[in-house]
Every structure is written in structure tokens, then in C-alpha cells.
């Protein structure tokens, strides 16, 4: 089976339990407006320009056009890799003492990991029969079928609620929050350990509103507030796109 990916992280630690591998993978159906990882939105491979990197030597230049491989200071660089789930899954293992020592696993985020849910499926079950803990950090946009096949793979579930109101949900992230809030449902029956998690973008997802809707949603259940990523418009400007919340 195979992926595609942008990023693997090792020794993260707000990924889920303890110290553990994330992988990122490449690809996801809502455009957040205040997305901090906007290489991980296509599902294409895409090029990336760190401009300060750059020392104008030319090396790039072939037929007129610029390759990443032929850059030496890394200014240019192409995101999005195709990986296997065997090659992702003996990655882990390799590292399988040390996240065990450390109380950690592996985790899938991207992007939207649910959006290559066959590929995510296979590697969630692999991992299990390795005995790894596993986790996903998802927005919960995926089919209803698909999303009870992968959560039940999972260890952890870490889910995405933004906003309650869904016309504002739709302005603000390109999709409608039906089939969020009826997988987050699901996630609550379900028995499994999960957080939702509300990223804090100023005057959209925090306001008094938002958050008391939320809150009366959430119930009982375990609920993360997390601080706006004011660096998220850097990595708009290396992919040669407009940050809309500048
Ligand atoms: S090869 Fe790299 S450093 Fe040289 S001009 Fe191209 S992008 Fe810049």
C-alpha cells in the first residue's frame, strides 16, 4: 500500500501519550484559513522556496526550469514523498524500544491522515501487530464507514472541533461540520482514550459563542484549547501562496 507524505518527526511530544514518531500525511479536503501546516493541504507533491536559503547561484536552472534536486543549499525543496506502508511501519520498529521505554508510539497527522484512509488503515494495523501504540490527529472529515474502521486501529484520537456554527464553519475551512460532529459522536460512544482540540484563532474560533457551544457539545468529555501558531504565514509565503489572515 502505498502514501504520500510531507514530514516525519521524531521525539514529538504533543502528539499524543509520551515521546513518540509522527508522520504527516500529505493531503487534506478542508482549507482552514489559519492552516499552519499549508504544505500538507495538496496532495500532489509541490516545491518549496525557503528564500533566505537561497544564495542566487543558478544550480537550479535547468531547461529553463528549477529543480530541487540540483539545489545545494536546500533553499528549494520538494515536499511530498510517496512512501509504503512497510517502509513506513519498519521505521517505527526500528525505534519500537525506545517509544516503548518513553511510554510513546507512533502518530498520523498531516493534512488530513483520514483522507488516505486505506493507506492509513494498513499502516494503523501493521503497527498494532507490532505490538506499537498508535494515534491520529485528525478533523474528523472523512467517511462515516472509514473513520469506524481506522479509530478502531487507534490507541488515541486526537479530533479537531473548530466551530459549532456550520455556515461560519463552512466560510472558514471550505467544508460543512455535519460529518465532523457526527464522527466526533461516534469518537464519544466509541470507549476509546481521545481529546477533541480546539485551535484558538482570534475572533473566529475563540469567541465567547463558539466556545460556550462547544462546551455544551463537549460535555464531560476531554477538551484541549490550543494557542495560536503566529508562524503559520511563513510557510505560505516558501509556497508562494497568500496567508489570508495576515
Ligand atoms: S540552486 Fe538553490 S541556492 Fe542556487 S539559485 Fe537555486 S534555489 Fe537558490
Same mark, same amino acid.
Given at each position: 500500500m502505498r502514501g504520500m507524505i510531507f514530514d516525519v518527526q521524531e521525539m514529538t511530544v504533543h502528539d499524543g501519550p509520551g515521546c513518540r514518531i509522527t508522520f504527516f500525511l500529505k493531503g487534506c479536503p478542508l482549507t482552514c484559513?489559519?492552516?499552519?501546516?499549508?504544505?500538507?493541504?495538496?496532495f500532489e507533491q509541490e516545491i518549496m522556496f525557503v528564500k533566505n536559503r537561497?544564495?542566487?547561484?543558478?544550480?537550479?536552472?535547468?531547461n529553463g526550469k528549477r529543480n530541487p534536486e540540483l539545489c545545494p543549499t536546500g533553499a528549494l525543496k520538494t515536499c511530498g514523498q510517496q512512501i509504503t506502508s512497510e517502509e513506513l511501519v519498519q521505521r517505527a520498529v526500528k525505534m519500537k524500544s525506545t517509544l516503548e521505554m518513553l511510554e510513546g508510539g507512533v502518530t498520523f497527522s498531516g493534512g488530513e491522515p483520514c483522507a488516505q484512509p486505506e493507506f492509513l488503515l494498513d499502516c494503523l494495523t501493521q503497527l498494532k501487530k507490532e505490538g506499537i501504540h498508535t494515534a491520529i490527529e485528525t478533523s /474528523?472529515?472523512? +467517511?462515516e464507514i472509514w473513520f469506524r474502521k481506522i479509530i478502531e486501529q487507534c490507541d488515541y484520537v486526537m479530533m479537531d472541533l473548530k466551530l459549532m456554527d456550520d455556515h461560519q464553519h463552512y466560510q472558514m475551512t471550505?467544508?460543512?461540520n455535519k460529518i465532523i460532529l457526527k464522527n466526533a459522536e461516534i469518537l464519544k460512544n466509541s470507549g476509546l482514550s481521545f481529546c477533541f482540540r480546539t485551535p484558538l484563532i482570534? /475572533?473566529?474560533? +475563540?469567541t465567547e459563542k463558539n466556545l460556550s457551544e462547544l462546551a455544551l457539545w463537549i460535555g464531560q468529555s476531554p477538551w484541549e484549547k490550543i494557542p495560536y501558531n503566529e508562524l503559520a504565514s511563513v510557510k505560505y509565503e516558501q509556497l508562494n501562496r497568500t496567508y489570508s489572515l495576515k
Open positions: 484559513r489559519w492552516c499552519h501546516n499549508p504544505e500538507g493541504q495538496h537561497c544564495t542566487h547561484c543558478g544550480s537550479c536552472v535547468q /474528523g472529515y472523512c +467517511d471550505g467544508v460543512s482570534p /475572533g473566529i474560533t +475563540d
